[in-house]
């Protein structure tokens, strides 16, 4: 029996099996806030490589309405705004999101590291909030990773801790 013909079984085997994808999560806080006029903050979540270019947003969530309203304020997040967000065609199915009040969340961003190269990177969490202030966290790390590790990060105003887990 030639190689190919021993070798075939194996590699059909294979066909439709899913590739091991990293996973990343993202644990982002909003902070409670005692003020006089509060308004939820519009979030976003992307990652740049080392030269600033924009790769992937992760998450968006600003205020979804039917007129479009809410769009007009997206260009708050200025890092954001400037990277990506003048470009796009909103909403982005799988991207996109409400506005989140208060608490903890956890966010799976697994579609981010899909077509990444090797290389350094940058993750940032930025938020705007009307009648309120504007903040900016980032996270450096390389791209691939060898082993799962947690990085952190610590916002004052409108953020609370970021947390980014990734499993390869």
């Known amino acids: ?7 075939m079984p194996l590699l059909l ?15 982002v806080a909003i902070p409670e806030m005692d003020v006089a006029e509060y308004h939820r903050p519009y979030v976003a979540i992307w990652v740049q490589n080392i030269d600033s270019k924009a790769v992937t947003n992760g998450a968006v969530w600003y205020q979804i309405d039917a007129d479009g309203e809410g769009e007009k304020w997206l260009k708050d997040m200025r890092l954001w705004w400037r990277r990506s967000g003048r470009s796009l065609d909103m909403p982005i199915d799988g991207v996109t999101g409400p506005t989140r009040k208060p608490g903890s969340y956890n966010v799976n961003l697994d579609h981010v590291t899909e077509n ?22 980032h996270i450096d790390f390389d791209w691939p990773l060898t082993k799962a590790q947690t990085l952190t990060a610590q916002g004052k105003t409108e953020l609370g801790k970021l947390s980014v887990t990734f499993n390869p």
């Open 1 to 7: 029996m030639s190689v190919c013909k021993q070798m």
């Open 13 to 27: 085997a294979g066909i439709g099996a899913p590739l091991a994808a990293a996973q990343l999560t993202v644990d």
């Open 116 to 137: 990444l190269e090797p290389g350094q990177y940058q993750l940032y969490v930025e938020a705007s909030r009307e009648v309120g202030g504007r903040e900016l966290l």
